[in-house]
T-cell receptor
Framework: AQSVTQLGSHVSVSEGALVLLRCNYS??????LFWYVQYPNQGLQLLLK??????LVKGINGFEAEFKKSETSFHLTKPSAHMSDAAEYFC????????????FGAGTRLFVKA | ETGVTQSPTHLIKTRGQQVTLRCSSQ?????VSWYQQALGQGPQFIFQ???????GRGNFPPRFSGLQFPNYSSELNVNALELDDSALYLC???????????FGPGTRLTVL
């Protein structure tokens, strides 16, 4: 069975500050991991994904995430927050090849203060 | 641009009614998944279709059913609607079941 835990339902940062959104996963098989962003009244957009290649994954809009197997974590970071980053962020896990469903975390809403 | 579209955008139904939601996948994507996202929560997996056959299902009752058609369109049907069915319903397509999913904008269903 797979699961995802996102630590913190709300995160608030100042514009220009570091963004850190935390995600821990549980998986009995090597996981595929994803971060999605959702803007109000919209669907999900893929930010980045880990598929067992490089452990540091770079995504769109300056985001990156590092896969740490020993910590079962896949935290999302961005060096400098922008007002346009304010949105809901979802971490997700899939069992990849041969697997069929993606399990999402509950989400973290990011607020960016001017 | 994902290329996944859903209709309608919004829908209001009453308890006990039936509803059909539609999704048009990207061309060449043989897999479509449906998710229910209640307000303030993450998406919950309903089921997945691969080449017109259901090949995975989450913890949803049989009154949630689906169809996938050869032209890359699909449907989610919900019978005997309940108030708790009010949610954003997302469909996502991918070339194969284990590949990256591309999400549509969703259909907002309100059950009164």
């Amino acid at each position: 069975a797979q699961s995802v835990t996102q630590l913190g339902s709300h995160v608030s940062v100042s514009e220009g500050a570091l963004v850190l959104l935390r995600c821990n996963y549980s998986s009995s098989v090597p996981p595929y991991l994803f971060w999605y962003v959702q803007y109000p009244n919209q669907g999900l957009q893929l930010l980045l994904k880990y598929t067992s290649a490089a452990t540091l994954v770079k995504g769109i809009n300056g985001f990156e995430a590092e896969f740490k197997k020993s910590e079962t974590s896949f935290h999302l970071t961005k060096p400098s927050a922008h007002m346009s980053d304010a949105a809901e962020y979802f971490c997700a896990v899939s069992d990849g090849a041969g697997g069929f469903k993606t399990i999402f975390g509950a989400g973290t809403r990011l607020f960016v203060k001017a | 641009e994902t290329g996944v579209t859903q209709s309608p955008t919004h829908l209001i139904k009453t308890r006990g009614q039936q509803v059909t939601l539609r999704c048009s996948s990207q061309s060449g994507h043989n897999t479509v998944s449906w998710y229910q996202q209640a307000l303030g929560q993450g998406p919950q997996f309903i089921f997945q279709y691969y080449r017109e056959e259901e090949n995975g299902r989450g913890n949803f009752p049989p009154r949630f059913s689906g169809l996938q058609f050869p032209n890359y369109s699909s449907e989610l049907n919900v019978n005997a609607l309940e108030l708790d069915d009010s949610a954003l319903y997302l469909c996502a397509s991918s070339p194969t079941p284990d590949r990256e999913k591309f999400f549509g904008p969703g259909t907002r269903l309100t059950v009164l």
